[in-house]
């Protein structure tokens, strides 16, 4: 046995913190997400919200989104990869970015001053984002996730393809930008453009993600019909 400090010691050392970085990693992005909720739990548009919390809360969102390409990209260089990473990243994307988009479509991104009409009562979002995205989004998720763990349990490798990376990248571009321009405020004189901006991101996210699922279903029904006998 090395005593500690001799080159035993430090090689297991080095070699337990090269198996474990990525984890933690990913582990934090987890945590940035609770931050991330938090704050925007405590903002409300039109209101009388600290005016640091949107700024703060793009920065935990870009740092949460920071740790899912560095976790990913250490653990390949490492090879190191581990079940643990397989479950937990994707786990870890799904929460920061599904829970992103359902707080922007929540109450606290409502434009005050609803418009009824025949007893149904209209809003506006300032975030551009509104329930139906959420479920569509959530759908797809769910779909995904359904495919690929029912053929990686039968034995069949099924990761992530360049269309769910890039749907990821652009979600993740997306909603620091939205929050951005709700803290401009595109309502006020001069920045309506903003608005045009807003919802050409938002509703170009929704259909690459609808359309980012679509590989997945066509290798899923690949997958099936190579193993009917």
Known sequence: ??????????????????????????????????????LLNCYRYAADSPAWLLPVAIVVFILAAATDALDGFLA??????????????????KVLVIGAFVYLAGPRFIIPGAVAEDDIA????????????????????LLVTGIRGELEG????????????????????????????????????????????????????????VFSGIPYITGAAKAARSETP
């Open 122 to 141: 209209f809003f506006s979002m300032v975030s551009g984002v509104y329930p139906w995205m959420v479920a569509v989004i959530l759908a797809r998720e």
């Open 1 to 38: 046995m090395c005593p500690p400090g001799g080159r035993g010691w430090k090689a297991r050392t080095m070699h337990t913190f090269y198996r474990q970085l990525p984890n933690q990693l990913t582990m934090l992005r987890l945590v940035l997400a609770a931050v991330f909720f938090v």
């Open 76 to 93: 390949r260089r490492w090879h190191v990869e581990s079940k643990f990473g397989r479950v937990m990243d994707p786990f870890c994307d």
């Open 154 to 209: 039968a034995g069949v490798k099924f990761g992530a393809n360049v269309f769910g990376k890039l749907k990821m990248i652009l979600q993740s571009v997306v909603v620091p930008i939205v929050l951005a321009i709700v803290f401009i405020d595109p309502r006020r004189e001069g920045w309506q453009w903003l608005a045009w901006v807003r919802d050409i991101l938002v509703y170009l996210t929704v259909i690459v993600t």
